[in-house]
């Protein structure tokens, strides 16, 4: 019986062996997924911001570009009633 019960704790040990093995391969799959995740939420937020801010931007200078074409245009304005009297 002393050959049985080798087998017997040869295979209960192996699987023993495999089943922490893979916890712990789960284990490290989870952290990593984690930090990707981490990560990829860090990029996401830094890309909008940063989109957020170029768009802010591109709002002011394209009122500004408003604001000077409507005083050329005061002006002009301004410049023909001038030569009209």
């Known amino acids: 019986m002393g050959f049985f019960d080798k087998l017997k704790r040869l295979i209960l040990g192996t699987a023993d062996k495999t089943k922490r093995a893979a916890d712990e391969t789960a284990e490290r799959t989870k952290r990593a997924a984690d930090e990707t995740a981490e990560k990829t939420k ?30 050329a245009v005061d002006d002009a304005a301004d410049a023909s009633e001038d030569e009209l009297k």
Not at 51 to 70: F, I, L, Q, S
């Open 42 to 71: 860090r990029a996401v937020d830094d890309t909008a911001e940063k989109t957020k801010r170029a768009a802010d931007d591109t709002g002011e200078k394209t009122k500004r570009a408003a604001d000077k074409a409507e005083n």
